[in-house]
């Protein structure tokens, strides 16, 4: 009984992390949109610095919430994930040099990669936490959009900021859908507790 009401207490406490950390990545993402679209479409050194920042603000994202649960080293997926968005963020600043198609490309290539990782750790916290289906849809989003970006990288169109900027709204929308999910739930769940 102990054993059970000890695991409910920890559910409960890892839930609470991951409410703050989903709505923390929702406003990230969504102000990060709003600048994008609002202000660098039009300031291209500016663009260039979110550009690089979008990647490396994931790879941190990835590193403090696996802290929450063990480390790194207990959390492949978002170990993996860590990794993948460090190389990313290396590889937008070289391809800044070249294109935005290079970049586009990029993106595209990380979009999928930490999408399935993304994906998988969703799936790994379905068990201990629930409310995780936004998160797989998010990660199998990702990864299409990748794939989308890599094509569209290859074409002639004009690309700027603004390419991406729908998939981190994307992003965000699906965060903020997580965090409210796991709000109502921890609701739904106190309310019999006080009924008693």
């Known amino acids: 009984m102990s054993a059970n009401m000890s695991g409910q207490n920890r559910a409960r406490s ?7 950390y989903y709505y923390l990545r929702f406003a990230v993402s969504a102000a990060w949109v709003a600048v994008a679209a609002a202000v660098a479409k039009d300031v291209p050194p500016l663009a ?13 994202a990835n590193y403090v919430d696996a802290q929450r649960t063990g480390g790194l080293s207990r959390n492949k997926s978002q170990l993996l994930n860590f990794v993948v ?10 391809a800044l040099g070249h294109s935005m198609n290079a970049v586009l490309a990029v993106y595209g290539v990380w979009a999928v990669v930490s999408g399935v990782f993304q994906l998988l750790t969703a799936v ?3 068990k201990t936490n629930g ?5 797989i ?3 199998a989003q990702s990864a299409l ?21 729908p998939y981190a709204a ?25 009924a008693n």
């Open 14 to 20: 890892s839930n609470g992390w991951l409410k703050y």
């Open 48 to 60: 260039a610095v979110m550009l690089i920042a979008y990647p490396a603000w994931d790879a941190l």
């Open 85 to 94: 968005s460090i190389v990313a963020t290396i590889a937008v600043a070289i």
């Open 124 to 126: 790994r916290r379905w």
């Open 131 to 135: 409310a995780q289906w936004a998160m």
């Open 137 to 139: 849809l998010s990660g």
């Open 145 to 165: 959009a990748g794939l989308f970006f890599v094509k569209m990288a290859g074409g002639t169109e004009a690309i700027g900021i603004v390419n991406v900027a």
């Open 170 to 194: 994307f992003g965000a929308f699906y965060f903020l859908v997580s965090a409210v999910w796991l709000s109502v739930s921890d609701v739904l769940r106190k309310s019999p507790q006080a």
